[in-house]
């Protein structure tokens, strides 16, 4: 859209890069395997997770399609976003 800036757009991500590992790593998925799924290129998800690249609402879009190809359950994603809060947990408590 023309003139329309990046910063103008609302848009609520459903992941984030992170989670995209764990989801990956709770199914015992290789990067291709999971990129596939999605229609993500392997080097281009590796790069996702480990936020080399700004991960947009296009790769959220196709993240979301992977899931629902893989069926992925909503218990499924919440599993990975209390691993995700439990590493934090354990980082906050070791560096005190």
């Known amino acids: 859209m023309i003139g329309i ?3 103008k757009l609302p848009y609520t ?3 984030n890069p992170e989670e ?3 989801l990956r790593c709770l199914r015992n998925m290789s990067l291709s395997a999971f990129g ?8 281009i998800l590796s790069r996702l997770e480990t936020g080399s ?3 947009s609402p296009l790769y959220d879009l196709k993240v979301k399609r992977g899931c629902e190809v893989l069926a ?3 218990a499924e994603i919440q599993t ?3 691993l995700i809060a439990l590493k934090y947990e354990i980082e906050k408590g070791s560096s005190q």
């Not at 596939?36 to 080097?43: R, V």
């Open 36 to 43: 596939e799924a999605c229609g993500i290129d392997e080097m």
């Open 13 to 15: 991500y459903a992941f």
């Open 5 to 7: 800036g990046e910063r």
């Open 53 to 55: 690249i700004k991960y």
């Open 80 to 82: 990975a976003r209390t």
């Open 72 to 74: 992925i359950s909503a």
């Open 20 to 22: 995209i590992r764990y």
